[in-house]
């Protein structure tokens, strides 16, 4: 069983307030990525990383950052949430030529 | 054209029958494949990898991958209603490796 956590799970917050959504992993994966997906909708990849102090942006453009100081740890921040970014935000892990696991997601809420 | 591309369905399949999934991409280079299984308001959860040319069976799955067609399938044998899901085709890519997402098909088994 894969071991990635996502705080929180749930998030409702007021438009223009600072958040952070974390994502650890105990199996020392070197990659680690966030997917954004809207309900019944397709993932996008919106940031990537293949190890410490590498962060790339993905596919999709966002307006969130990330950072990769310790190869558990992937947090994602948005430093002013507005309502089009409500979303549900997926981290995931992988060995670097293999599968991708994820946690249980973060469902975000902006109001 | 998209880098993985799937039918989004619904493809309705009677209980018991075989249920056949396809995803084709668009990076020749790349060398591994995935299949996901998303139930409605949960992560994706990786059902199989392959990553040589040919068949690879697990229980009721079976992935199949054809490299010079760039096209990767998967069969579920005696579907059942608990297969009833959207099911994800992922590549790694091999021009940046990361790993991108089809759009999903969604799975209905009919009992």
């Known amino acids: 069983e894969a071991d990635i956590y996502q705080t929180p799970r749930y998030l409702v917050i007021g438009t223009g307030k600072k958040i952070t959504l974390e994502c650890s992993q105990t199996?020392?994966?070197?990659?680690m990525y966030w997917y954004q997906q809207d309900p019944g909708m397709e993932l996008h990849l919106i940031h990537y990383?293949?190890?410490?102090?590498?962060?790339e942006k993905g596919d999709l453009s966002s307006e969130s950052t990330v950072s990769r100081i310790r190869t558990e740890h992937f947090p994602l921040t948005l430093e002013s949430a507005r309502p089009s970014h409500t979303s549900q935000y997926l981290c995931?892990?992988?060995?670097?030529?293999?599968?991708?696991?994820f946690g249980q997601g973060t469902r975000l809420t902006v109001v | 054209q998209k880098e993985v591309e799937q039918n989004s369905g619904p493809l309705s399949v009677p209980e018991g029958a075989i249920a056949s999934l396809n995803c084709t991409y668009s990076?020749?280079?790349?060398?591994?494949f995935f299949w996901y299984r998303q139930y409605s308001g949960k992560s994706p959860e990786l059902i199989m990898s392959?990553?040589?040319?040919g068949d690879k069976e697990d229980g009721r799955f079976t992935a199949q991958l054809n490299k010079a067609s760039q096209y990767v399938s998967l069969l579920i044998r005696d579907s059942q209603p608990s297969d009833s899901a959207t099911y994800l085709c992922?590549?790694?890519?091999?021009?940046?490796?990361?790993?991108?997402f089809g759009k999903g098909t969604r799975l209905h088994i009919l009992p």
């Open positions: 990383s293949y190890g410490v102090n590498s962060t």
């Open positions: 995931a892990s992988s060995e670097y030529y293999g599968e991708a696991f």
């Open positions: 199996m020392g994966h070197d990659k």
């Open positions: 990076d020749r280079g790349s060398q591994s």
């Open positions: 992922a590549v790694l890519m091999n021009r940046d490796d990361k790993i991108i």
């Open positions: 392959i990553y040589s040319n």
